[in-house]
């Protein structure tokens, strides 16, 4: 491998390519800045769009902005599940392998949550996540 003659990797950046920094919309926030401005046309500097007008009144607007929180949530607690084995929760939080999943949404419903994970401060995350465990296994009848 080391007599390999390997050219630069080709990238957006590495191209010099515009946005090529900007980080891919999830699809709820895709749909929802579609839903509040809609696609653009060069009719819409003539006329008013009415997408977003009947959006707001049918709720799908308000509808969407609820999944796209919902979605940066669950985003948040998949980080927590990779930066923690499965090891981790199942011998030192005593959490059954199949309930991991709902024990991490019992988290990402806590109140505390986000600010907790925003921290990136491991060992807070850690605490937060054994105190829940152990409200979560009193809960569940695990104990």
């Known amino acids: 491998m080391k007599n390999m003659d390997v050219g630069t990797v080709i990238s957006a950046t590495s191209l010099g390519l515009p946005n090529a920094h900007v980080k891919p919309l999830m699809q709820s926030e895709r749909l929802l800045r579609e839903a509040s401005m809609g696609p653009f046309t060069i009719g819409m500097l003539t006329s008013i769009p009415f997408n977003p007008m009947i959006n707001a009144i049918t709720g799908r607007t308000k509808m969407l902005k609820k999944r796209v929180a919902r979605d940066i949530k669950y985003n948040k607690s998949q ?11 199942v011998l030192q939080l005593k959490i059954p392998l199949e309930k991991i999943d709902d024990f991490l949404y019992f988290c990402e419903v806590d109140a505390n949550f986000n600010a907790v994970v925003d921290s990136q401060d491991l060992f807070a995350i850690w605490e937060f996540i054994k105190q829940k465990s152990v409200i979560y296994r009193k809960n569940n009848g695990l104990e």
Request: hydrophobic share 45%; aromatic share 18%; no cysteine.
């Open 79 to 89: 980080q927590l599940r990779t930066q923690f084995a499965d090891s981790l929760f």
